[in-house]
């Protein structure tokens, strides 16, 4: 994308947005963008965001493209079919994820842990959690899950001496993970009220 539309990181707040991906379907290179005039760029915008783009937006987006002065390379159309082919690729993946959360959140219906009821939690991270943790109850206590998990401290010492240090190591690490980021998740949960 950046060999085609150098400043695509300005045109929308993200690549994979509905917008950008019907803007880069329509407009795979900036010579498909040279007879188009801004309020038809505007309302292209317009129509695919739902009105959320405006006219500023079409504005921003063709005076980029002319600044960025981009030449036409040789098999410009392969390069074009290549990005259109991007973004089908894009959206039919988008599609699979959202039937993937379907089965997930039935799933977790049927297994009845109310994961999703914690801030923070969604299908997918609690689904995450259910796969790397299994049957809870074969955790004798919350100290064998941290252990699992690798989040308990290890004691080093001997003689009375000692201290506890960070399992970097030990444990099951995508589990380690999903919890480090739900803790994340939670620290920004909490500052934003």
Known sequence: MRNVYPSYKKFFHEVECRTSLAFYEQYPSPSHLQAVTEEELAEFL???????????????????????????????????????????????????????????????????YQLETIPGVSTVTASALVAQIGDIKRYKSADKLCSFAGVAPIYQGSAGKGKNYQNKSLGNRELYHVLYFLAIQQVYIDKKG
């Open 46 to 112: 317009r129509f695919h965001s739902h009105n959320t783009c405006s006219i500023k937006r079409a504005v921003e987006i063709i005076s980029l493209v002319e600044k960025d002065v981009i030449k036409e390379r040789e098999y410009q159309y392969a390069r074009n079919g290549a990005i259109q082919s991007i973004v089908r690729n894009i959206r039919f993946n988008n599609e699979e994820m959202k039937r993937i959360e379907k089965i997930e959140a039935e799933m977790l219906k049927e297994l009845n």
